[in-house]
């Protein structure tokens, strides 16, 4: 790891500020994924600003909804009674991902902007257009089980690790922020971008912007919502496919759904394609698996990947059965 | 061309000098954790930095560059070579600390954001002779073979125990699961901290 | 005698190990030590055209940045140092990862950051790194350590011809990855000419054996030390070349040097189970006995190293067949050096073990009922009676308290709520090695035992089994006993591997133990100050640290009166040879397999060995759990992966290369038989701590089979093959 200076920021003004006048800096909050990239020299920052003492850590249910600070850790925010009660995917969610111990220092905006676990992004000696634009993507035609079928271009197929985004794109959040221009919001759905031709930008986030907030709405379909997480063992890894639904349902109809999924896309991924087959209808075999080919209609599979475009539907219709759709 | 030993030590000792300057100033900004200064940490890349770190109940100064990880304070600073270096990736659980009472992955966090903070590593949990609940049933019900991951499995079972994740086989497998042990005590783990646990509550 | 042996008594070392007091190779401090850290190479074939060292060397805390420009020229030891080349020697890169320098700092930050700043140009050529790209057909390889890859019995391919049923399959399975949790570490400490290494190795004597020939040093210069190892299962077996790079570092600078590998950085240094492909044939009479195996196998072998690690050992003994034909080849790569890896068996024995399960749909026979009937107590490689083989004792054992009879045999017909239940068996099989040891005996003033030998406690219980040994032999407390090991100092032993140590060290433990308790006792008896002056020998008994008149029991005296009467401590050695051998038993798997998802569980498992005597209930049923669960990584998701066009590892670190965690292992009823073979001077006990692991995967394998009726040949089993 590179040698870098280190400030404690007193508040987010402070946070931000130092940022933006400071080179090369980048904050840290629980440094679960950042620590890594720098020990493996993916990010090289001159200067860390350390954010973990601002006042950003709070949760509060409030009249529409749910506030999470940025800096609320993984494990408070899925103990929360207004998150188990109101939100169930997201504590689902967040028991799901990483170790108890992670859990407890990861903070929530930490979360959103980890980074791909790519094994080549994470090489820095492999070529990677998201570490380093233009080297190329040695994952096309490379080792990529773990990479995504929708949402790739010819520069980048790396998924987005993060299953909290998976919930939070399911409840419609919004990501606070506040930046050097001031404070502004980005709906989770705008949020984390596809790499397109800029593989090396992975977030709308602008230069010195530090998370501050998650705001997350009251909703019906909140309320009723879930998460199925599927890997390879039994805990402690990332998703090969994870699906979360937020379902409003009236008797057998669809009153309303949100349908986000993970491991299978190179950002948090919703499907409205997939909602619109469900909204208004009854939960069936048949509207799911008509939901379930929505979702993948322009998947591309590659050569250790082309399961994905199955598992994924079977984890929908696996997780909307027991939502109440009929086996 | 490799330094001669000679010119080595005078620049090292240079290094160290210059360094001892710069972090002089840097040291006046750093809030002490006694004083409960207010002022902002502030370092420049490649200053040494004077922290504090409260260590089984023990005060401990170091002196670190920022990027120092708890971990590597501990170990290497401190002498305390009982909390170990697995993975260095927080995946595998060696290292696991408490701090403030939680149990944290202590290579993935630095020295210098731990300032105040209570950490209690392995060898602060035995009261004088007496060994903590969990180290004894981790005697008890044979939870180890090499010892590599033993203080992180024992460490995360003493808070997983606190929080309260016991209630069922199931559930301490989960929420043991952060540790790996490639001997693959698993079994023995999971009865000891059952048992732990009842002995911790009575 | 107090019956000690046998018994599940607690590790010795269990408080030091507990309060984080006991002393790792990396964690010994040695004042003045520098941090060394490697520069590894990026490509796998090609050579180093330039290295460029002065940013590093200008770099704060740096002391000194080594190249093949500055290091000695060493000599390529032979095996145990399996790698054929030493690093920083030349310019040619065999493969990715390779250390190309080696930066020497005060602090382990600045000696990492200093490593990223050294700059290397390289001439590369594509490299292969996998079988299926090795563009070459399969060779048949010279024998490695006096044994052939081709072997054969009777006439296989006539015998095939003629079989009444034949299986045929291919069976393969990916690179695997030891990953102990603790890195390999190594300190070198010049006094002069004298080396002193701090060293994570299973085999102290072994490093300085190996040491000393890199160096041109007789081996008494040399002392090895490793009172603790956190984890080895064979990769800290060999001697790797981080260890004789950092030791010629350190003579260099004239600094100690500690070099830890990173977990990355062991993914190419330190051995891995080569990947693995099976073609097997199976001939059988209708009944089911096996007329012919033929077998064909190829391992990943590297430019440099022709060695076949992946053995078919129970290919060709576990059963009784006539005609066997095995043919071990390999094809070369440009990739790491492979090695010993936890039971070498059981690439192989997947494929032999499946193979069976698969027969017995074939002939619709049980799949323990043809086992027994292909049993045979006859060595199928010398044609002699085994001693002592209770093989059968454990499908007994372990059926019945499995439930086996209560299996409906057809596939896929067990299902609860989402899930398919499946029931798998397989037999488990192990070669070990018995290695000549001597063990001392002292006997101090203070009437407590210290045993010395120069073996390694690698978390299998050695050091307790010692205690156990010695102070059963000695009549003594167990805490009247220390075991000093760990140390290339002390009277000589060889590797913890191959499932040796008990069947190597125990003898030797114990002759040594009767050795100095004779000792004491004739000193008893002819010391009129004992109140046993003038016993006969053969009447007196130790018992509790006590010497005893067998007929007189108020006549007695004890170790630390005698000896301290005597003025100076009893030494005493021991050393007995024993025989290598097989270990034996049997491993019973339920699967849960999701009918949608196709994920796997095991759920429940159950375990007979037959290992001999067992010394030590409580660390034999640790390697029991150990092996259970390495089984389960084997078939359902370790797996090292290879960049095909830079021959790069994709995966080397925890989180993408997948081992069990706590969630992934269901508790293991574990039974032994425990019958001491006569054959053995290791008081009746037989090498053992591989044999559980080598049936799992096929046992899991052939439970999925029995739950889904799909066959997976190809390792590890993932959902996505059970869509």
Redesign the interface.
């Known amino acids: ?10 508040d987010a003004a ?1 946070a931000v500020s130092l940022a933006h006048r400071t080179p090369g800096a980048g904050f ?1 909050a ?3 994924d950042l ?2 990239l ?2 493996d ?1 993916v990010q090289r920052h ?3 600003i ?1 954010v ?1 003492r601002l006042d950003l850590a709070a949760v509060t249910g409030t009249a529409t909804g749910l506030h999470i600070g940025g800096l609320a850790r993984m494990r408070q925010v899925a103990e929360h009674p207004a998150v188990r009660k109101g939100f169930p995917v997201l504590a689902q969610a967040l028991l799901a991902s ?5 859990r ?2 990861a903070t929530i905006g930490g979360n959103l902007l980890q980074r791909t ?1 790519c ?2 992004f ?2 820095t ?2 070529a990677c257009n998201k570490r380093a634009p233009g080297s190329g993507c ?1 994952a096309l ?3 990529n089980r ?1 990479h995504a079928v929708l949402g790739g271009s010819e520069h980048c197929i790396a998924t987005h690790p993060s299953d909290l985004a998976v919930a939070l794109t399911a409840l419609d959040a919004t990501v606070h922020v506040l930046g050097p221009g001031g404070p502004r919001r980005i709906p989770i759905g705008e949020f984390h971008l596809r790499p397109g031709d800029t593989p090396n930008v992975d977030t709308a986030l602008r230069p010195a912007e530090l998370i501050t907030a998650v705001e997350v709405p009251n909703s019906r379909t909140a309320t009723g919502s879930r998460y199925l997480k ?1 890997r ?7 998703a ?1 496919v994870s699906a979360a639904a937020a379902l409003h349902l009236d008797g057998r109809t669809v009153r309303d759904v949100r349908l986000a999924f993970g491991g299978i896309a190179t950002t948090p991924w919703r499907s409205p394609d997939a909602e619109a087959a469900l909204r208004g209808r009854s939960l069936t075999v048949e509207t799911i698996s008509e939901a379930g080919r929505a979702l993948v209609r322009d998947a591309v599979p590659r050569h250790d990947n082309g ?1 994905k475009v ?2 994924v539907q ?2 929908l ?2 997780l909307l059965n027991g939502m109440g759709g009929r086996r | 061309m490799p330094n001669p030993p000679h010119h080595a030590n005078t620049h090292t000792r240079r290094t160290v000098l210059k360094s001892t300057t710069v972090a002089a100033a840097s040291t006046a900004l750093l809030p002490d954790a006694a004083s409960g200064a ?1 002022s ?8 040494v ?1 004077r922290v504090t770190l409260s260590v089984n109940g023990r005060s401990r100064v170091v002196d670190v ?3 120092v ?1 708890l971990l590597d304070a501990l170990r290497e600073r401190l002498g305390l070579t009982g909390t170990k270096k697995g993975c ?3 995946e595998c ?1 060696a290292c ?1 600390v408490l701090v403030d009472g ?4 202590s ?4 020295a ?2 731990r300032r105040g903070s209570e950490i209690t590593t392995v060898e602060g949990l035995a009261d004088g002779d007496r060994l903590h609940p969990v180290q004894a049933a981790f005697i008890r019900h044979d939870a180890f073979q090499c010892g590599g991951c033993t203080s992180g499995q024992i460490m ?1 079972a003493v ?2 125990v606190r ?1 309260g ?1 016991t209630g069922s086989e199931a559930e301490i ?3 043991m ?3 790996l042990c490639r001997c693959a005590c698993y079994q023995n783990i999971v009865a000891a901290v059952a048992d732990a646990a009842r002995e911790v509550r009575r | 005698m107090n019956g000690l042996v046998g018994r599940p008594v607690e590790r010795v070392e269990g408080h030091a190990k507990v309060t984080g007091t006991a002393r790792y190779p990396a964690d010994d401090p040695v004042p003045g030590a520098l941090h060394g850290f490697l520069v590894t190479s ?1 490509v796998a074939r090609g050579e180093v055209t330039d290295i460029d060292t002065s940013a590093a060397l200008g770099h704060p805390g740096v002391v000194a940045v080594y190249t093949h420009r500055e290091m000695p020229r060493l000599t390529v030891p032979p095996f145990p140092y399996p790698k054929g080349f030493i690093p920083l020697q030349g310019t040619a890169i065999h493969h ?1 990862g390779q250390p190309v320098a080696i930066v020497l700092a005060e602090t382990l ?1 600045q000696a ?2 200093a490593a ?1 700043l050294v700059q290397v140009r390289y001439r590369s050529e594509p490299p292969r790194a996998v079988i299926d790209d090795a563009g070459q057909q399969p060779y048949l390889p010279p024998p490695f350590r006096d044994r052939p890859n081709e072997f054969t019995r009777g006439d296989a391919s006539r015998a095939l011809a003629q079989a009444e049923v034949r299986v045929e399959a291919h069976y393969s399975s990916p690179t695997r990855h030891h990953n102990p949790i603790e890195p390999h570490a190594t300190t070198a400490h010049w006094d002069g000419d004298r080396l002193t290494l701090h060293e994570t190795t299973q085999g102290v004597n072994v490093t300085r054996g190996v040491v000393a020939t890199a160096f041109g040093l007789p081996a008494d210069r040399i002392r090895v030390l490793a009172p603790y190892l956190g984890g080895g299962f064979g990769a800290k077996g060999p001697v790797w070349p981080h260890t004789i790079v950092n030791a010629a570092a350190a003579r260099l600078a004239r600094r100690p040097v500690r070099l830890v590998l990173s977990r990355a950085q062991m993914f190419t240094l330190t051995g891995h189970r080569a990947e693995f492909r099976q073609h097997l044939k199976i001939g059988a009479t209708r009944e089911g006995r096996l007329t012919a195996i033929v077998e064909t196998t190829t391992a990943q072998l590297t430019t440099t190293e022709e060695s076949i690690f992946n053995e078919s050992d129970s290919t060709s003994t576990l059963y009784t067949c006539p005609n066997v034909h095995i043919r071990q080849e390999g094809v070369r790569l440009d990739i790491a050096t492979s090695s010993y890896m936890r039971s070498p068996e059981t690439t192989a024995h997947f494929g032999l073990e499946t193979a069976l399960d698969e027969l017995s749909w074939v002939l619709g026979v049980d799949p323990l009922e043809l086992r027994r009937r292909n049993h045979t107590d006859i060595d199928q490689e010398t044609g002699l009676r085994i001693a002592s083989k209770h093989l059968l004792d454990c499908y007994t054992t372990a059926a019945d308290a499995f439930g086996w009879s209560r299996r409906n045999p057809a596939p896929g017909a067990t299902r609860d709520g989402d899930e398919y239940i499946g029931w798998g068996m397989a037999t488990e099989a192990h070669t070990f090695s018995a290695i000549p040891a001597t063990a001392s005996v002292t006997i101090g003033l203070d009437g407590k035992a210290v045993l010395r030998i120069a073996t390694q406690d690698i978390g299998t219980g050695t050091r307790t089994i010692i205690c156990q040994i010695g102070a059963d032999a000695l009549g003594v407390p167990i805490t009247d006993v220390h075991a000093v090991i760990g140390d290339s100092a002390l009277p000589n032993a060889s590797l913890s591997a191959a499932s040796a140590t008990i069947a190597s060290i125990s003898g030797p433990v114990d002759r040594a133990a009767r050795t100095a308790r004779d000792t004491v006792v004739g000193l008893a008896v002819a010391d009129r100050r004992s109140p046993l002056f003038g016993v006969p020998v053969s009447d007196v008994e130790t018992r509790h640290g006590h010497l005893i008149h067998t007929r007189d029991q108020a006549r007695r005296d004890t170790y630390r009166a005698v000896v301290s009467r005597a003025g100076k401590p009893v030494e005493t050695t021991g050393s007995v040879p024993n025989v290598p051998g097989h270990s034996y038993g049997v491993v019973f798997a339920e699967v849960r397999v999701h009918a ?4 796997v ?1 095991v759920t429940r498992v159950v375990t007979a060995h037959d290992m001999g005597r067992v010394m030590n209930r409580r660390t034999a049923r640790g390697q029991v759990l150990g092996g259970v669960t390495w089984g389960i990584g084997h078939a ?2 370790e797996h090292t ?1 290879y ?4 021959a ?1 590892v ?2 080397p ?1 925890l ?2 290369y ?1 081992v ?2 706590c ?2 292992v269901p508790s293991v009823e574990t039974l032994f038989v425990d019958r001491p073979d006569p054959s053995s001077t290791a008081l009746g006990a037989r090498g053992f701590g591989e044999t559980p692991i080598t049936g799992v995967p096929a046992a899991i394998g052939n439970a999925v089979y029995h739950a889904t009726g799909r066959r997976v040949r190809d390792l ?1 089993i ?3 093959k059970l ?1």
């Open positions: 790891m590179k040698a870098f200076g280190y400030t404690q920021a007193r402070d840290i629980g440094g679960t620590l890594n720098m020990k020299g001159d200067h860390l350390d973990n990483a170790s108890p111990q992670v407890n220092m676990r094994g080549y994470r090489d000696a492999s040695p035609a490379g080792w773990g599927l390879d063992r039994a805990t402690f890894e990332f090969v399961f199955e598992l079977r984890a219709a696996e | 207010a902002p940490a502030a370092a420049n890349p490649g200053d930095v560059e920022p990027r990880t260095d990736r927080g659980g696991t939680e149990r944290i992955k290579c993935l966090t630095l210098v954001m995360s808070a997983c929080e994740h497998r989960e929420w699961s952060g540790n | 990026t990715a930050e990492q950051e990223s949608r998802l196709g994920a569980r359902l998701m992966v960049d095909r066009a830079t790069r994709v995966n670190n989180s993408t997948l069990p965690v969630a992934d590890p993932t959902q996505d869509l």
